[in-house]
């Protein structure tokens, strides 16, 4: 059994950046393959925004590439999302994911 638990969100200005973290708890994420981040803002349904594999290779959504980066620390046991240039479209609660692990989220809001 793993534990996802997301932190780092908060207001921004737009513009701004954000960094959030995933930690895992048990044995981490060694089990699991791919770690992902997804977001669903209010009336959206839930959307993938960067996901990374074991291996380290990346895959993002097209409204967050280049100015978002997700990465994986070398214990397995912490994800993160590095956010830059933040929009008022990003707002949305971010969700860390890895296989059938979910988080409760955490809300990013993007407003000046």
């Known amino acids: 059994q793993v534990q996802l638990v997301e932190s780092g969100g908060g207001l921004v200005q737009p513009g701004g950046s954000l960094r959030l973290s995933c930690a895992a708890s048990?044995?981490?994420?060694?089990?699991?393959?791919?770690m992902n981040w997804y977001r669903q803002a209010t009336g959206q349904q839930r959307e993938l925004v960067a996901r990374?594999?074991?291996?380290?290779?990346?895959n993002y959504a097209d409204s967050v590439a280049g100015r978002f980066t997700i990465s994986r620390d070398s214990s397995g046991k912490m994800v993160y999302l590095e956010m830059t240039n933040l929009k008022p479209e990003d707002t949305a609660v971010y969700y860390c994911?890895?296989?059938?692990?979910w988080g409760k989220g955490t809300l990013v809001t993007v407003s000046s």
């Open positions: 994911n890895g296989a059938k692990f």
């Open positions: 048990a044995v981490g994420t060694f089990s699991i393959r791919t």
């Open positions: 990374i594999s074991s291996d380290g290779d990346t």
